[in-house]
């Protein structure tokens, strides 16, 4: 017999497995009520889905950020319940849209799209260009390339921005913002890895990369961001060269990921120009949001 509910705290342990190894601590916070809903699948009393979604103030969203069933129970409808639960879930908590997004390559991208469509979501959009390389990334030419370091800047590791240094870019977002949201270096530093950089200007930080472990393998380049009057100069390509060339000396890292929202129109252009011939792997992350409020017409 199938049966769905929300999970509260412990309930979620038997799910782990159905999620990241990164958001596995999130199952402790989940509840009925709240920021995070984990709706949990069963068939004969045994674990077989999850759909964990989690609210994002931000953006005035729900977001999914994992929907799993274990490969013996698909095809019988467990993801489609799941995804109506969470849909009713979020609509019971008074928030009013839900994000759901896929891979456009993934083995699963056409069961979710049709899946999508049968519950009345939008078309998903493209919303980020996924990247991915190994070391024949070092052959490329932009890496070759002199990097363009100004008079009176320096690039120095992310761990040694200063105190002072830190304060004023946090006071500078308070009183006259200039850092996207998303790219806000403080979000990602606790795990900032080895070849993190920062560009300084005159004493003040204007410019980083910061990156972080995705597997045993693998740096993750998440998050990097040029001061927008600083932009248009070659100074976050100087940034990407030191913190590859840092990442190049550990054989042990042989690849890098990387994703670059299409809204950054310059990024992904250079991505496309000068990194695509040497990718491993380069597929849109497609998004789809559903105004949880409109009436189903069948
Ligand atoms: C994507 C995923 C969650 C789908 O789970 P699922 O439980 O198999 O999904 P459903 O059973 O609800 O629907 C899948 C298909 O089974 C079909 N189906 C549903 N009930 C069925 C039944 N009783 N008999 C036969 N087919 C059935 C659906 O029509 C659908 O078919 P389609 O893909 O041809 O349109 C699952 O494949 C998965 O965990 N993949 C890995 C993780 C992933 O990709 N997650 C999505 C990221 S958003």
């Given at each position: 017999?199938?049966?769905?509910?929300?999970?509260?705290?412990?309930?979620?342990?038997p799910?782990?497995?159905?999620?990241?190894?990164?958001?596995?601590?999130?199952?402790?916070?989940?509840?009925?009520?709240?920021?995070?809903?984990?709706?949990g699948?069963?068939?004969?009393?045994?674990?077989?889905g999850?759909?964990?979604?989690?609210?994002?103030?931000?953006?005035?969203?729900?977001?999914?950020?994992?929907?799993?069933v274990?490969?013996a129970?698909?095809?019988?409808g467990?993801?489609?319940?799941?995804?109506?639960?969470?849909?009713?879930?979020?609509?019971?908590?008074?928030?009013?849209?839900?994000?759901?997004?896929?891979l456009?390559?993934?083995?699963?991208?056409?069961?979710?799209?049709?899946?999508?469509?049968?519950?009345?979501?939008?078309?998903?959009?493209?919303?980020?260009?996924?990247?991915?390389?190994?070391r024949?990334m070092?052959?490329?030419k932009?890496?070759a390339?002199?990097?363009?370091?100004?008079?009176?800047?320096?690039?120095?590791?992310?761990?040694?921005?200063?105190?002072?240094?830190?304060?004023?870019?946090?006071?500078?977002?308070?009183?006259?913002?200039?850092?996207?949201?998303?790219?806000?270096?403080?979000?990602?530093?606790?795990?900032?890895?080895?070849?993190?950089?920062?560009?300084?200007?005159?004493?003040?930080?204007?410019?980083?990369?910061?990156t972080?472990?995705?597997?045993?393998?693998?740096?993750?380049?998440?998050?990097?961001?040029?001061?927008?009057?600083?932009?248009?100069?070659?100074?976050?390509?100087?940034?990407?060269i030191?913190?590859?060339?840092?990442?190049?000396?550990?054989?042990?890292?042989p690849?890098?990921?990387?994703?670059?929202?299409?809204?950054?129109?310059?990024?992904?252009?250079?991505?496309?120009?000068?990194?695509?011939s040497?990718?491993?792997?380069?597929?849109?992350?497609?998004?789809?949001?559903?105004?949880?409020?409109q009436?189903?017409?069948?």
């Amino acid at each position: 017999m199938n049966h769905i509910a929300t999970l509260r705290f412990a309930q979620s342990i038997p799910f782990h497995g159905f999620t990241f190894p990164g958001y596995q601590s999130t199952l402790w916070a989940a509840d009925v009520q709240g920021p995070v809903q984990a709706i949990g699948a069963w068939v004969d009393g045994q674990p077989v889905g999850l759909a964990l979604s989690l609210w994002c103030p931000d953006e005035d969203l729900a977001r999914m950020v994992s929907l799993f069933v274990a490969p013996a129970f698909r095809r019988q409808g467990v993801a489609n319940s799941l995804l109506a639960a969470t849909e009713s879930g979020w609509l019971a908590r008074g928030v009013k849209r839900l994000e759901v997004g896929y891979l456009q390559k993934s083995d699963t991208a056409d069961t979710v799209s049709r899946m999508l469509a049968r519950q009345a979501w939008p078309q998903a959009q493209p919303e980020r260009l996924i990247c991915a390389c190994d070391r024949s990334m070092l052959d490329s030419k932009w890496f070759a390339r002199e990097p363009v370091v100004p008079d009176g800047c320096d690039i120095i590791s992310w761990s040694q921005v200063s105190v002072r240094e830190r304060a004023a870019l946090m006071a500078e977002q308070l009183l006259d913002p200039w850092i996207p949201t998303s790219l806000n270096p403080f979000k990602y530093e606790a795990n900032a890895e080895f070849n993190s950089v920062a560009l300084r200007e005159a004493g003040k930080i204007v410019g980083w990369v910061i990156t972080e472990r995705y597997d045993a393998q693998t740096l993750v380049y998440s998050c990097s961001y040029m001061h927008p009057e600083r932009q248009k100069r070659g100074w976050i390509v100087a940034l990407y060269i030191e913190a590859v060339r840092r990442h190049a000396t550990r054989s042990d890292l042989p690849h890098a990921r990387w994703a670059v929202p299409y809204h950054f129109a310059p990024m992904v252009k250079f991505v496309q120009r000068w990194m695509a011939s040497y990718a491993t792997e380069l597929q849109d992350y497609l998004v789809a949001i559903k105004n949880l409020e409109q009436p189903i017409t069948i």
